[in-house]
């Protein structure tokens, strides 16, 4: 997969995980796009270090849920932290 469409599966993961995990979380198409990407990543690296799959290509369903699931994971990190740090202040 091309390092453009890669990061276009991270944007549009990333705004399918926001859309998936209920309440307001903060940040721009900036912060969709590099949590997308980052979960992409991490969703590509956890499927293949527990189930031995990896990314097909682009217009693979198993690289869509791959990068789903790794971004509304890092997004849920993601609203923890900052709602931690929006809580103290």
Same mark, same amino acid.
């Given at each position: 997969?091309?390092?453009?469409?890669?990061?276009?599966?991270?944007?549009?993961?990333?705004?399918?995980?926001?859309?998936?995990?209920?309440?307001?979380?903060?940040?721009? +198409? $900036? !912060?969709t796009l590099?949590?997308? #990407?980052?979960?992409? %990543?991490?969703? *590509?690296?956890?499927? @293949?270090?527990?189930?031995?799959?990896?990314?097909?290509?682009?217009?693979?369903?198993?690289? +869509? $849920? !791959?990068?789903?699931?790794?971004? #509304?994971?890092?997004? %849920?990190?993601? *609203?923890?932290?900052? @709602?931690?740090?929006?809580?103290?202040?």
């Amino acid at each position: 997969m091309s390092f453009l469409a890669f990061l276009l599966l991270g944007l549009i993961a990333g705004a399918i995980a926001k859309l998936i995990i209920p309440g307001r979380q903060g940040g721009g +198409w $900036l !912060i969709t796009l590099l949590l997308g #990407v980052v979960g992409a %990543l991490l969703g *590509g690296w956890l499927g @293949g270090a527990i189930f031995g799959v990896g990314y097909d290509g682009f217009f693979s369903i198993q690289s +869509w $849920l !791959i990068a789903i699931v790794g971004a #509304v994971i890092v997004l %849920l990190i993601y *609203g923890l932290v900052v @709602g931690r740090r929006t809580a103290r202040a």
